[in-house]
């Protein structure tokens, strides 16, 4: 796991689900069972946004770039 | 009587008010009954409601959280003209359970927002006939799937042009950027567009809220899980408009024929 993505798992571990539930890992389906609310969704778009030094266009927010994590690191962070 | 009657246009004035002529108003009856012959067909129950909206009940929906500028408040504050019609059936369904709700209604809508005056399909007021869907969630999602078929085997039936588009509110305002967002990601919202001159707006929308609405009106499933809600609007003028600009004034004269 390169280390944009270990960075994401434990951000979105640690922080936006706070230890709560089963957690995730680079695979896990994100948007299912409303693990993620639309405030979660907002402060992981600011994390990656910060890890790249760019914003992400609202056009870029589809769900195939944010299935998982490792779809996210792939498509913003690579 | 028809044979008299102008083909007309749906005006709209330059505060975004919008005003039908011609033979548009009785296209507009002609495709709300075809619409609610397609609902007819799946038991959908008819209601009626005012045009008239508490406030309450749009702070509870968490309208103006969404779409802070865009509601048309009275002077008795305690009421606002309805954004959308299917904000009624939440409230009259509230603390209710149901496995599979399905009603339908219409009423004028009426949006304020930042269209340029030149916006050739966007009204302050409009038409919208609703479809309302509330029960079991994989119930929900598939009556939703089935309203996208259902909206454009109607298109079809008219010989009008549409596409079907992924989409997101435009209306919601910058706070609501994650709501914005997580309903893009999560595609819970569809469009059926059509074009209007140079322009391609969308004549209606079929939305899937998941658990958004059921949890704030307490609506559950027979069994204690919690309901979902999802809904088909159809904005009246856009798809005359559309049928107008597309087919001509003979199209339209036939289709609106059998309510002059």
Not at chain 1, 40 to 62: H, K, Q
Request: charged residues 25%; proline residues 3%.
């Amino acid at each position: 796991m390169n280390g944009h993505l270990s960075a994401l798992v434990e951000f979105v571990n640690r922080d936006l689900l706070e230890g709560k539930g089963a957690g995730v890992d680079a695979d896990s389906a994100l948007f299912e069972d409303g693990k993620l609310d639309s405030l979660n969704i907002l402060r992981l778009i600011a994390f990656i946004e910060t890890r790249r030094g760019r914003s992400i266009p609202d056009r870029e927010i589809v769900m195939s770039r944010f299935k998982n994590l490792r779809t996210i690191a792939e498509s913003f962070l690579s | 009587m028809h044979g008299h009657v102008f083909a007309g246009s749906v005006q709209r004035l330059e505060d975004g008010r919008s005003v039908l002529v011609g033979l548009m108003p009785a296209l507009c009856r002609a495709l709300d009954r075809r619409i609610r012959q397609a609902a007819g067909g799946t038991g959908v129950m008819e209601v009626r409601c005012p045009d008239l909206i508490e406030r309450a009940v749009l702070e509870r929906a968490g309208y103006f959280e969404a779409f802070p500028d865009a509601a048309t408040m009275l002077a008795d504050t305690r009421y606002a003209l309805q954004p959308a019609a299917c904000y009624h059936c939440y409230a009259l369904l509230t603390g209710q359970s149901m496995d599979r709700l399905a009603m339908t209604l219409a009423g004028r809508c009426y949006r304020r927002h930042d269209a340029s005056p030149e916006h050739v399909g966007r009204y302050w007021d409009f038409t919208m006939r609703e479809v309302v869907l509330v029960g079991r969630p994989e119930w929900v999602a598939g009556e939703r799937l089935a309203w996208i078929q259902r909206a454009t085997a109607l298109a079809a039936s008219l010989d009008l042009e549409v596409s079907v588009e992924v989409a997101a509110d435009p209306f919601f305002g910058p706070a609501a950027r994650g709501m914005r967002v997580l309903q893009q990601l999560k595609e819970l919202k569809h469009e059926i567009r059509a074009r209007i001159g140079e322009e391609c707006v969308a004549i209606a929308s079929v939305n899937l809220h998941e658990s958004f609405f059921a949890s704030r009106f307490a609506l559950r499933c027979h069994d204690g899980s919690p309901a979902h809600s999802a809904c088909a609007a159809f904005g009246l003028e856009r798809w005359a408009a559309a049928l107008l600009a597309q087919r001509g004034e003979a199209h339209v004269r036939h289709i609106a024929a059998s309510e002059l």
